[in-house]
């Protein structure tokens, strides 16, 4: 299929370019879609300012693309984005642009206990404290794992929430299948450890929700934070038969603050990877750094190399990874007088 590139994990970390690209152009859904997320929170406003990394993956979410993969380092609001937001845009428009209308969706994560019921919880509170909702939604009824929508033209909107361990199985609302699936972090931490649970993920995936969407009108994002190696995500980005977008937490790292390079530093600038880099490297657990914000899983022979990065970044700063570490961390990421402290 046109579009397809089969790579691997490291391949596509490796093109990562977080450098200002003065030809990139959002596309107008994702300028629209910026703009509802104003709207929802009103003079509440958002934490952060939106980096153009979230444009680049609401720019994916169009069109008629089945299959999309997103590999993203964690606190990126890869689920705001592709499950709590688009949820409620769907609720209010009706339709997705160059896809059509959407009547029925799935949301799968973990379990019914975890994500699915913590999202119902996301979405019930944004309904209930955004006036903007509350004006354009005239129905919106929630039980854990059935929420409902009508705006106020009347166009009816579901979505179910189903848990990867356990299947998706009778999927039919308005007497039609569904024609979108939001898979969200779909492994816990300890099913990542078991094969049996791993294998159970890939089925509810590739045997489950396959065959329960619409067989003609259908569209899946995938979005997740790998855990290793046999992660069903990590497998279908390097697959070939997924359309893939990966946005680790920055290009690389260990790297001076000059040379630092971002998915989102107005959230995650270079001392907060620092920080995170040093105590990882501290407690010796550097494999979980990687996995986590790089994306890169490592094998525990990469772990010397690593640390002996980051003791030439330290050194070319008159500083000592073995001899004080607190002390020369302080002072390393000092900024103006004001110490950052781990």
């Avoid at 019921?117 to 404290?129: A, G, P, S, T, V």
Wanted: proline fraction near 4%; aromatic fraction near 12%.
């Amino acid at each position: 299929m046109e579009g397809l590139i089969k790579k691997t994990i490291d391949d596509w970390l490796n093109e990562i370019d977080y450098n200002d690209d003065p030809n990139y152009v959002p596309s107008a859904f994702a300028l629209e879609f910026v703009s509802f997320i104003k709207l929802v929170n009103g003079s509440k406003g958002e934490e952060h300012a939106t980096p153009v990394v979230h444009y680049k993956m609401m720019d994916k979410i169009v069109g008629k693309r089945e299959n999309t993969a997103n590999m993203c380092s964690r606190g990126l609001a890869k689920t705001t984005i592709f499950a709590e937001y688009l949820f409620l845009y769907i609720a209010v428009y009706g339709s997705i642009p160059g896809f059509g209308d959407v009547d029925y969706a799935l949301y799968v994560s973990d379990s019914i206990d975890n994500g699915v019921k913590k999202m119902r919880l996301r979405i019930e509170r944004r309904c209930e404290n955004s006036p903007f909702l509350k004006r354009y939604l005239s129905i919106a009824k929630f039980t854990d794992i059935r929420w409902y929508f009508k705006n106020k033209e009347g166009k009816e909107f579901v979505v179910t929430g189903h848990g990867a361990k356990t299947g998706v199985r009778g999927t039919v609302e308005f007497n039609t299948r569904p024609q979108l699936a939001i898979l969200d972090d779909l492994l816990g931490d300890e099913d990542a450890k078991s094969a049996t649970i791993i294998e159970n993920v890939e089925n509810t995936v590739y045997s489950a929700i396959d065959n329960a969407l619409h067989p003609k009108k259908r569209k899946i994002i995938w979005s997740g934070t790998p855990f290793n190696a046999k992660d069903p995500l990590y497998k279908a980005i390097e697959s070939g038969v997924w359309y893939v977008n990966v946005y680790p937490v920055c290009e690389k790292f260990p790297c001076t603050r000059e040379e630092f390079r971002g998915a989102w530093p107005d959230r995650f600038d270079y001392d907060y990877v620092f920080n995170q880099h040093f105590k990882a490297t501290g407690a010796g657990k550097l494999d979980s750094f990687n996995q986590e914000l790089m994306l890169r899983i490592m094998s525990p022979a990469d772990t010397p190399r690593s640390v002996q990065k980051l003791q030439r970044v330290l050194h070319r700063k008159g500083l000592s990874l073995e001899s004080n570490k607190k002390s020369a961390f302080r002072r390393f990421i000092s900024d103006k007088g004001k110490l950052h402290q781990i």
